[in-house]
């Protein structure tokens, strides 16, 4: 089992930035890869970011040269850094954890961007 723990939400402006983290515990060492979803009312959840056990990291088109996706192994935490942030970039995020079977998410931290 692995429990993933979300942080860093909240309203900001266009043009601002915010920081998520995302602090895995449990049996970290099955995960293979970290990611970051987001869900817009109405509409399904979409990949954001990912990064993998060996440091490779994706990007959805419409984030990229804007947000960073990062981890700090020894505290089994991912973060993304959300800079030019835009009111389509509202939604709320959820911490994805994958392991060979299983893929586990937290409980959401909700991000909304004032135009």
């Known amino acids: 089992q692995v429990q993933l723990v979300e942080s860093g939400g909240g309203l900001v402006q266009a043009g601002g930035s915010l920081r998520l983290s995302c602090a895995a515990s449990g049996s970290t060492s099955s995960i293979l890869a970290m990611g970051w979803y987001h869900q817009a009312p109405g509409k399904q959840r979409e990949l954001v970011a990912t990064?993998?056990?060996?440091?490779?990291?994706d990007y959805a088109d419409s984030v990229k040269g804007r947000f960073t996706i990062s981890r700090d192994t020894a505290k089994n935490t991912v973060y993304l850094q959300m800079n030019s942030l835009k009111p389509e970039d509202t939604a709320v995020y959820y911490c994805n954890a994958r392991t060979a079977f299983v893929r586990y998410w937290g409980q959401g931290t909700q991000v909304t961007v004032s135009s």
């Open positions: 990064i993998t056990r060996e440091g490779r990291m």
